[in-house]
């Protein structure tokens, strides 16, 4: 989670600091990751709005492309005593105090899941999701009773509430069941014990308390209390746990995701909401990030082999230094920064110029420029590239990223290295294709091949030849389909963004983003196209030096944040089940 503080990221003049800036820096690195959560702001509860009424823009000024960032009207469901009184024992003490035990009971179970698990059923490691699965049907007795929960292999969980109308597509809830590791060595250096689930008056710690148990838990607390206040839903509701999501999700979502495209096909489900970005504060105003789309991702794995020998004759340059200069040539070639048309950081920057009001003027004269017909397309981005001066996160929005994060050779002091091997990992800009990094590598290493006399096989299959340079594909995934979010639509995105209002003011400004990294969602493409990464809450302890230690020593989360993920969850459902979409 964050370490910064709630400060505007927008300069207020051209003369911006590098500490405003790296508040935004370490703002944007969460939101890569896909893993903010919100805590904040007051929620407003009150009678139902029309839909598709529009506010006119706060901060409006010359800009010639007003009206782009149009806002949703909060969007409150239809009146309901039961229902309305349910929402209002969540402020309770009762409720809290509730919460916080099923939360804290979630984190003791130590689900962790490893790179190098064997198969399910003989990896006697996959048992720990036994044990929470038998935690989850004590804990919530209703869901237990009333919902028909199906387990896809082995531990993947599906819970369904069916609705009344079969015609209505579903709704659908993810989150991952397992969590990181914890490293043995590091365990005495955690304030409180990372399988304690402690609460000290505030916070929750252990691990998976962000990460996201308390995605889990709320939205397990959002459907039992629903089925206790006697919500009959007209849509079916649909919960999907995985449990390798920091594994890659090979095991658990992919399979979650093929049971669930037979039972509802292409495009069966009407939305989707994961674990992702959540509340930013950007150029003087609050935003919530749904995460529309995520950028692509491919491993390049890099070998050089050359003769081995011993090492008193060397020859003059061993596979170990060849590898490293192709590894300096990666470096110095970094891949072109530039905001596609089907970026949404795009829609960000817009919203931004509309309504924000330390929105940089720079930006929005070249925002303005961008938005012209482009006459030359080899001319430089310079909204992107002034854009990307923010952080290096924000430039990673608009870059295909590289980074050598494994490297391996040699097996003695004194014999030449026969084999030395990279791995290359890229996350691929919208614009761009794996077949983009494919030839930027080639094209690198070509020159190099030839000066050491070595054969270059590139992406040809062939990865064991003597004397040669290897480039051989990994694990790829192309960028993900990006999420309709047009402005007055009756669709998902609306819905999403009526119900942030609703619960947390007409301040907050919804607004379209990428993500750099990768969640479960990414099996489950075929299912929707409207899928949102989205941690629903504000925590204002994430912009303190403590922030929320995600995935290492004295990961917690602060209960104010998890109280308002069941609060927004709820809202959700109901405008969801209330809406007439497109």
């Known amino acids: 989670m964050e370490k910064s503080s709630p400060s505007a990221i927008g300069p207020r003049d051209e003369q911006s600091t590098t500490a405003r800036r790296s508040v935004w820096l370490r703002y944007l690195l969460l939101i890569s990751i896909g893993l903010l959560a919100f805590n904040g702001l007051s929620p407003h509860y009150g009678p139902a709005h029309v839909f598709g009424v529009r506010p006119r823009p706060e901060h409006g000024d010359s800009w010639s492309h007003k009206n782009q960032c149009q806002q949703a009207p909060a969007l409150f469901p239809t009146a309901d005593d039961h229902l309305d009184r349910m929402f209002e024992y969540f402020s309770s003490a009762a409720f809290k105090n509730a919460s916080i035990l099923r939360l804290s009971g979630a984190v003791q179970v ?96 252990g691990r998976g308390s962000t990460d996201c148990k308390n995605t889990l838990i709320a939205l397990m607390e959002t459907v039992e209390h629903l089925l206790e206040a006697g919500f009959k839903p007209k849509r079916t509701i649909v919960l999907s746990f995985g449990f390798d999501e920091e594994c890659g999700g090979n095991q658990g979502a992919s399979h979650l995701a093929s049971f669930l495209h037979e039972r509802y096909g292409d495009d069966g489900v009407a939305a989707i909401i994961d674990e992702g970005a959540g509340y930013i504060e950007a150029f003087g105003r609050g935003f919530a ?69 330390e929105f940089p003027k720079k930006l929005k004269k070249l925002l303005r420029d961008h938005s012209q017909p482009k006459t030359c397309k080899g001319k430089p981005d310079y909204l992107a590239i002034e854009a990307a001066k923010i952080s290096q996160e924000a430039k ?148 303190t030096e403590m922030g929320s230690k995600i995935h290492t020593v004295d990961e917690h989360v602060a209960v104010e944040n998890h109280f308002k993920h069941v609060k927004w969850y709820t809202l959700f459902v109901r405008n969801m089940d209330d809406a007439k979409l497109e």
């Open 110 to 205: 130590q689900t962790e899941s490893f790179d190098d698990l064997g198969a399910i059923g003989v990896d006697e490691r996959w048992n720990v999701f036994f044990a929470f699965r038998d935690y989850l049907k004590n804990t919530f007795p209703n869901i237990d009773n009333d919902l028909k929960l199906e387990t896809v292999n082995t531990h993947g969980l599906v819970y369904t509430w069916q609705g009344s109308e079969l015609d209505l597509k579903p709704l659908l809830f993810m989150a991952h069941q397992d969590v990181v590791p914890v490293e043995k060595e590091t365990i005495d250096k955690w304030t409180f014990p990372p399988w304690s689930g402690h609460f000290d008056g505030e916070r929750i710690w």
């Open 396 to 543: 990673y929005l608009m870059q295909t990223s590289q980074a050598v994060d494994l490297i391996k050779g040699g097996a003695k002091v004194n014999a030449l290295p026969e084999v030395a091997t990279a791995v290359v990992n890229h996350r691929i800009n919208i614009g761009e294709q794996p077949d983009t990094v494919y030839h930027h590598m080639s094209h690198l290493v070509r020159p190099i091949a030839a000066k050491y006399n070595l054969t270059l096989h590139a992406f040809d299959g062939q990865s064991d030849a003597p004397r040669s340079i290897s480039l051989r594909a990994g694990q790829t995934l192309a960028t993900a389909p990006v999420t309709p979010s047009t402005p007055g639509a009756a669709i998902p995105y609306t819905i999403l963004a009526g119900t942030v209002r609703a619960m947390f003011g007409d301040d907050v400004i919804t607004a379209p983003m990428m993500m750099t990294g990768n969640t479960d969602t990414r099996h489950y493409w075929a299912l929707t196209q409207h899928i949102f990464r989205f941690a629903p809450g504000f925590i204002q302890e994430a912009e």
């Open 289 to 357: 990030v749904p995460g529309v789309t995520e950028k692509g991702y491919t491993d390049v794995e890099v070998s050089v082999r050359t003769p081995g020998g011993h090492s008193s004759i060397p020859t003059d340059h061993t596979s170990i230094g060849i590898l490293s200069e192709i590894i300096t040539a990666l470096e110095s070639k970094q891949y072109k920064t530039f905001l596609d048309d089907a970026n949404p950081f795009l829609e960000f920057l817009s919203c931004g110029a509309e309504h924000a009001p």
